[in-house]
């Protein structure tokens, strides 16, 4: 059983770690064409990441051991928060507790370890983009427990791998709440990896960014482990959606074929849901800082309204 | 066993009379070593308690049979005298080199002195086992901290915040008299009463009592003010213990209170959860906002405070309404962050403090780039900041966890309005957990990260050992609480209750220790230090840096009308015709809400009362001889209805 366990781990953080810089380019990909460009190639996230990891790392004279443990601890946070989010294949025992809740402050603390270095460097547009990121995390933060909430009150458990479970058993014959839960939880993927209209993840203006300003002084291999990390927190939201809402296809025992089965049909779902990821960013502007809190508002009515309809059905 | 409980209090008093009798150089080293073996001794004595839950055992017992004075120790007291051991080491480790830079001679000994009977006063309250021993050693504990508030006597801003201090202490001292009044009047009896339940009104009237004389000692908001104001102005090792220790105490008492002293009621449990929110948002929104650390650091106490009184208010709620898991759930996560509290918050200011003393100022915006000048004590005040951002696996994230579990499990339980409340409840409870999370990024980053904004902080030297040694031992405590909080409280009798937290850590660990092998073997080692890019200037100055005020600005804009900021600019002119402008000044005020609305009329209030009595007493003769005559003539006539 234990041995499961290890083996799924192992399958789960390696099948994230192969797809998530594949799952951005999608998205750049049809941003350009919905732009008239041409695009990168598919698999440059792989060369990038290839390239970012031959080159030289510069710290600044001013940063201290932050800078040093960062960019490790924040991959290293996500690949055991991938141990949590069961990806193709759920198996009959967690390694480690999948409790939501944990999973939740797991991300919290990448963000708290990201936003600490862009103060490090003692440069301006790390300070600009760590208050901006707390300030959104701040609010978001509500609305992603109320989700979560709405969430294990719909599907009666807080192990990730249980409400998975639960939302095959629910699949295809759909609940109205299960729906509803889909527009919070969209939402929580376009704040969470920093995309328009929250976040413009390809500029480096000042006046938009937050994310990228306080990797702004990062550098080769650091720099590649935190693409990479955010790559991985991308295909794990996006997998908490799928998995609930389209959950066809998940394996639930071992055995080669139903795995090989699982893997590609999560990586076709995952496709899709890029390219409709792609397109929402491409049909909005970016919304001014002050006025984001009102698609937070969104989310957090959605989440209330399922919590509420529930109590009716 | 009693007698070496006696014989811990005995070396607290010892420790403590020492530096007030004997003025020898540096005397308070041969004190704080007394007390810290005191400490231990009182950890370790401690445990057994806390270990078998009927252990109890009756350690003093006074021989007036009136007013009986009895102490003793059951598990809830064992617990928070094993906090207070653990405090006494390190307050014992840190409080030396403190005294060492400290300025004035002779105060120097009172403060040594007193740290200890403080402390002593504290243990009092928590082993107390009569209402009557309990109202003793409260006020006790209420005028020794005074006194140690008063330390700085020569800044007015510490004679304010003192009398503030005082004030509002003896407020609380009042209520709690009169909360215990009323007990004895109920129950004819000074001990403590058990599950009081009735719908007797004296009943609910000395709860309302005893639950605002414990809200004022533990600064719940609106009756907060106090705190920001005297927890800081007190030398750091005294800030330590207060918002450590006392504010713990004080929740001791309340626990004691709503879990012991009266049976479960539920427009009880409801009043506690309003405090408790209203305290858990405000505090850390008022603490998000203050530029000095020490002041954040309290109003992070009041927060915390809310976040103690929730789960309590939760356990209430859950058992009136029939979901005894869920109560043990709120109740053992209000519990737990009492503890891990009274530990980390102690950590904070004691590392806190060295930094202050080293850059010689308490204000954010002139510090930055600590961690580089003090290694240690930056490290050690990171360990706080994760345990108080609530970061698994450390300490502070498991009450928070616990109470957010109950939460969530509540709304599948419960009737569709206490679903309501829930929800509300949850909200409030993450926008607390998350605001925490952004206050302490502010505290951290502007203060040990990025350049010095102020010579004093260029300046800045690492402290001797035995002041971060202090902090570590709480660090490694609320660290390790933290880690293996699944075994202790299958150890304490509540398994399966928490998420195994040691795993997690394991796979944390060794995750780091794979991704970092991997990209040691695989990515190019090639590593340059140079100058932050300065945006083509030469060099980037400290002045090119976010500061605390601007990088809380989002937040202060979001929630705009909590902060309710005031925008006062005066002009200048050249002419007459005010064309031409010449110089002119702008600041942004916060609005002091409660002191405008709550304070102020409430002191006006008195004061006028207070001058019709005083024309009462005008000093003449003639007028007091009146007095006395009326009064005699009143008694007469009194007396001869009655027979």
Sequence with gaps: ?313 | MSEIFLFIILLYALSGVIPLCIRKKRIWSVSSIIMGGGGILLTLFSLPFLLVSSAKTILFQGAWVTFPIRIGIDRLSALFCILLGLLSLAVALYTPGYLDRMHGNRRTYVVSGLIPLFLLSMLLVIMAETVIAFLVFWELMAILSFFLVLTEFEEEKTRYAALFYLAMTQISTVFVFLGILLIRLGTGSWEYPVHLSGSDPLISLSFLCLFFGIAIKSGVIPFHKWLPHAHPAAPSPVSALMSGMMISTALYALLRVVTGFYAPNAAWGFLILAFGCLSAVLGVMYALKEQDIKGLLAYSSIDNTGIILIGTGLWVLFTVFGSPALALMAIAGAVFHAISHGLFKGLLFMTAGSVCQAAGTRNIDEMGGILVRMPWTGGLFFIGVLSIASIPPFSGFIGEFLIIMSLIGGLSELSPLLQIVMVVVLSLFSLTGALTVTTFVKAFGLTFLALPRSEGADKAREVPWPMYAGPAVLALMSAGLGIFSGQIFSLLGYPGLLPDLLGLFLLLLGTSILVYGAVWSYASRKTRITRTWGCGMMGSSSRMEYTGSGFTEPVVRFFGPVYRTRICTTHEFLDQHQCLFRSGTGSIHLMKFFEEYLYLPAARRIDRYASLVSSLQNGDIDRYVLYVFCTVLILILILGWSA
């Design chain 1, 1 to 313: 059983m234990i041995g499961e366990s290890f083996i799924f781990a192992f399958l789960n953080v390696a099948f994230v770690l192969v797809i998530s810089p594949f799952f951005m380019m999608v998205i750049k990909k049809v941003k350009a064409r919905v732009q008239g460009r041409q695009g990168p190639h598919l698999l440059q996230g792989y060369y990038n990441l290839a390239k970012l990891f031959r080159k030289e790392t510069l710290y600044s004279e001013y940063a201290g051991f932050i800078s040093r443990i960062a960019p490790y601890a924040a991959l290293s946070i996500l690949l055991v928060a991938a141990v949590m989010v069961p990806i193709f294949w759920i198996p009959e025992q967690e390694l480690v507790t999948a409790n939501i809740i944990v999973f939740l402050y797991l991300l919290v603390t990448g963000r708290l370890l990201i936003a600490l270095l862009g103060l490090d460097a003692a440069s301006t547009f790390g300070g600009m983009g760590s208050s901006r990121e707390m300030s959104l995390s701040a609010i978001i933060e509500p609305v992603t427990v109320v989700v979560f909430a709405a969430l294990v009150y719909v599907t009666g458990s807080f192990s990730i791998h249980d409400i998975f479970r639960t939302a095959t058993t629910m699949f295809p014959a759909y609940n109205p709440t299960v729906l509803l839960l889909s527009v919070p939880l969209f939402i929580l993927i376009i704040v969470e990896t920093g995309r328009v209209p929250v976040d413009n993840p390809e500029t480096h203006l000042e006046l938009t960014m937050v994310h990228e300003g306080m990797l702004l002084d990062t550098s080769g291999r650091n720099l590649a482990l935190f693409e990479l990390s955010h790559a991985v927190k991308q295909t794990l939201l996006m997998a908490i959606l799928l998995n609930i809402i389209l959950p066809a296809g998940i394996a639930l025992e071992m055995s080669a074929g139903v795995l090989i089965l699982g893997g590609v049909l999560f990586l076709l779902k995952g496709t899709v849901l890029c390219v409709i990821i792609g397109l929402f960013e491409s049909a909005y502007a970016k919304m001014r800082f002050f006025q984001i809190p009102n698609l937070f508002m969104i989310a957090f009515f959605f989440s209330i309204l399922t919590i509420f309809i529930e109590v009716m059905l």
